[in-house]
């Protein structure tokens, strides 16, 4: 009998050796999401980052309400991840979101954002003018409305009057594709690099220093991996709810066709009371 030890559970999962993942981490930008995620994680600079997009050098935050990822639920418990959540101490609540990929609309997005966060904001008794305020910033690396603008601010306005609406929201899209010569402009153009240092944007420069070269890096690594893993098992929930939907759609053609039941249900590899269920609603 062979001594050898047989590993008959599932195989590891291939990792990443060192080099690899301090190669991805340099050639990472902060509009990739993985690096965004860790740079935002540092109040310092997300402030500056706000004051700068919103041209405003007075603004100030509340850094222990800080956070990266941070997952909130509506009324009908469906959940959102926003890439960025802090508050000001001006209650303002403020989210920073990154977008590289032009494959939703994105629009809606925004509008889904902020009503949720009003949502998790308010509390029974509250009055209308207790309503929280919501500044949402959209950082894109395509010019969305194509009007060949760096940034551009969102908010209601009387059409008759072209005054604007006061209604506690505002939305903000800044990109990286078109490039003018203001402050914010330069800084999107920082979101492209894999490294910079600019005297301009002091807190970002150093917090960037810490991620690509200082003690941060070991973070990193991790954060890269944990990245990883969590799109890949984004991946697979969003096939199988595809999959899933195409079943339903499969389902529905054959019971229009009067298919009976458990004909539909052994054809789709369902049980017949799930085949039920969907057929019901």
Known sequence: ??????????????????EEV???????????????EKFIEDAAACEELLQVILE???????????????????????????DAYIEGVEDKVYNIEIQR????????????????ITINKSEPGDEFEDVQDVIVIYISEFDMFGAGKTVYHVENVI???????????????????VADDSLISDLMQCFLKTDFKDDKFPNISRRMKELKHGE????????????????????????TKKAMAEKKKTVEKLN??????????????????????????
Not at 63 to 82: D, F, G, I, M, Y
Not at 101 to 116: G, L, W
């Open 159 to 177: 059409r008759e009057t072209g005054n604007p609406v006061n209604d506690g929201l505002m939305s903000v899209y800044v990109n990286t594709e």
């Open 22 to 36: 301090i190669q991805i981490i340099r050639n990472l930008r902060l509009i990739d999401d993985v690096l965004f």
């Open 216 to 239: 941060e890096d070991e973070k990193m690594c991790k954060s890269v991996e944990e990245y990883a893993e969590r799109k890949a098992k984004e991946a697979v929930k969003e096939a």
């Open 256 to 281: 229009d066709m009067g298919m009976d039941i458990s004909l539909i249900a052994s054809a789709v590899d369902m049980d017949e009371e799930t085949i039920k269920q969907w057929l019901e609603k």
């Open 56 to 82: 405003n050098s007075r603004l100030k935050v509340k850094p222990e309400t800080l956070v990266a990822q941070k997952s909130l639920r509506n009324l009908a418990k469906r959940s959102v991840r926003l």
């Open 1 to 18: 009998m062979s001594n050898k030890i047989q590993n008959k559970g599932k195989s590891k999962k291939n990792r990443k050796t060192d």
């Open 101 to 116: 990929s032009d494959n939703c609309n994105h629009v809606k997005r925004v509008r889904y954002n902020a009503s949720t």
